[in-house]
Nanobody, 122 residues
Framework: QVQLVESGGGLVQAGGSLRLSCAASGSIFSINAMGWYRQAPGKQRELVAAITSGGSTNYADSVKGRFTISRDNAKNTVYLQMNSLKPEDTAVYYC????????????????WGQGTQVTVSS
């Protein structure tokens, strides 16, 4: 089994910062990419940021310049540094990993964390 565990969510005022962490554990053979998605009430889940094992990154336009994604490959952990938070950033943030497990090395699979709530007050 593979598990993704998020941490770091919480309540902050507009303009504040939070740092989310997501640790992947279990029978992981290799990780292609990890990322963060978010879903606000009444909205579809959207990609916030993603990073490949090689370090390539991708950000949603709405967070460029404010959020930074990074990885610690040795720890199978991805981070999301969120600065200058806005009320519209309020959402449940989900960690995602595209990876090969020891049991399934023929193709990669997506795994999801349970989500962590980020609330930004105005």
């Amino acid at each position: 089994q593979v598990q993704l565990v998020e941490s770091g969510g919480g309540l902050v005022q507009a303009g504040g910062s939070l740092r989310l962490s997501c640790a992947a554990s279990g029978s992981i053979f290799s990780i292609n990419a990890m990322g963060w998605y978010r879903q606000a009430p009444g909205k579809q889940r959207e990609l916030v940021a993603a990073i490949t094992s090689g370090g390539s990154t991708n950000y949603a336009d709405s967070v460029k310049g404010r959020f930074t994604i990074s990885r610690d490959n040795a720890k199978n952990t991805v981070y999301l540094q969120m600065n200058s938070l806005k009320p519209e950033d309020t959402a449940v943030y989900y960690c995602n990993a595209d990876l090969y497990s020891y049991g399934t090395t023929w193709y990669a699979e997506d795994y999801w964390g349970q989500g962590t709530q980020v609330t930004v007050s105005s």
